[in-house]
């Protein structure tokens, strides 16, 4: 992506305070890491391991093989005796780098929950991961597509997940819209009504999960009541996540968001039988197959790779897609050590 003119600059300094102030609200020291071999890395990221949209990120930067100060957040609020636990991602630090970051998307706040998570046709979500800062360019930087195809940029080397070909590129940006606009929400957080294969850990944290969510961020809003831009966020986030939990068991909605899923595999499926897509084995992998592979192994976790049934082609580009070890480590290695066990994705990854 080219530095573009609207592009935020802090000074090194004022980013470093601002981390180190968002990550004191990480409870376990030990999710602060070093990845690389460099002890003052270029670039800092704030994510999680579970979460898809980070999964694309660390796949690229795996892929580029950059170093990077890595804080692995959790992303789930959870009642304590003292009443709930904020999730580390709702900290007022963090989500004051976010509205930095966000001055750049030139997007309004969210104001409705589709189930979906992109930023063009939702508006910006305040209050998730991932975001990256770049210490060289003061730069913050959030949504996963913008940070991958950022960070594809400033590296060239040794993969060049982007082509500079135009038609080319504007294929793979295709797909990677594409993705991005799966309601990946909708699919983690929803109660389907006919076939529901979710890890049965994961379908009871899911029954209370926007409950304890928008109970945070009241709690949030009101304890930062003099900052005006925080409550404006945290009041953002609560309507989303109201509009979660009013369609979370809404059987309509649910099997809609299950459908548009299905369609979107099968336009998948053509366009994999067109050869289209260069090959994930080879020289030629892309930027789309990071985002698409880091999907379709969620949708596997969720018990849902029987939406590719039929679909040959789709299937042996998942089969590919699996053998690639920055996909091994960043989507199904880090989703089995951070979710509840699927044996769906056991079943994936033993192919
Ligand atoms: N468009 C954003 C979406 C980010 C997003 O929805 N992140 C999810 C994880 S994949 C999250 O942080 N969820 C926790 C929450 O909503 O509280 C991106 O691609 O970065």
Redesign the pocket.
């Known amino acids: 992506m080219p530095v573009d003119n609207t592009a935020v600059m802090a000074s090194s300094e004022q980013l470093m305070n601002m981390a180190g102030a968002a990550r004191a609200a990480i409870v376990d020291p030990a999710r602060i890491t070093l990845v690389g071999d460099d002890p003052n890395p270029r670039f800092e990221l704030f994510h999680?391991a579970s979460?898809?949209?980070?999964q694309?990120v660390r796949t690229v930067l795996f892929e580029k093989g950059l170093a990077y100060r890595s804080n692995d957040m959790i992303?789930l609020c959870a009642m304590g005796v003292d009443g709930i636990i904020p999730?580390e991602?709702?900290s007022p630090a963090y989500v004051r780098l976010r509205l930095i970051a966000g001055r750049e998307l030139n997007q309004d706040f969210v104001t409705r929950y589709s189930g979906r998570?992109?930023?063009e046709s939702?508006g910006f979500?305040p209050?998730?991961?991932?975001l990256l800062i770049d210490y060289e360019a003061g730069r913050v930087i959030?949504?996963?597509?913008r940070?991958c195809c950022y960070l594809d940029a400033v590296s060239r080397e040794p993969v060049q997940l982007l082509c500079d070909e135009p038609q080319a590129r504007a294929e793979v940006m295709r797909q990677v819209e594409i993705v991005?606009r799966i309601p990946?929400?909708a699919l983690l957080y929803g109660f389907h009504p006919d076939a529901d294969r979710r890890p049965d850990i994961l379908k009871s944290v899911m029954e209370t999960v926007y409950e304890c969510?928008i109970m945070a961020l009241e709690a949030l809003a009101a304890a930062n009541a003099d900052d005006p831009a925080l409550v404006a966020a945290y009041r953002a986030?609560i309507v989303k996540?109201s509009g979660g939990k009013q369609v979370r068991h809404d059987a309509d909605f649910q099997r809609a968001a299950r459908q548009h899923t299905r369609d979107l595999l099968a336009e998948l499926e053509h366009t994999l039988a067109a050869q289209s897509l260069p090959r994930p084995d080879g020289n030629g992998f892309s930027l789309g197959d990071v985002v698409w592979g880091v999907n379709l192994v969620r949708l596997a976790y969720l018990g849902l790779a029987s939406l590719w049934d039929e679909l040959p082609n789709v299937a042996r580009y998942v089969d590919a897609l699996v053998q690639r070890p920055s996909l091994r480590k960043e989507a199904i290695q880090a989703s089995i050590d951070s979710l509840p066990p699927s044996g769906y994705l056991d079943a994936l990854v033993t192919r």
Request: hydrophobic share 30%; glycine share 4%; proline share 3%.
């Open positions: 999680a979460s898809l949209c980070s694309k992303i999730a991602h709702y998570t992109s930023v939702e979500d209050c998730v991961v991932p959030v949504d996963s597509k940070i991005d990946n929400g969510k986030k996540e």
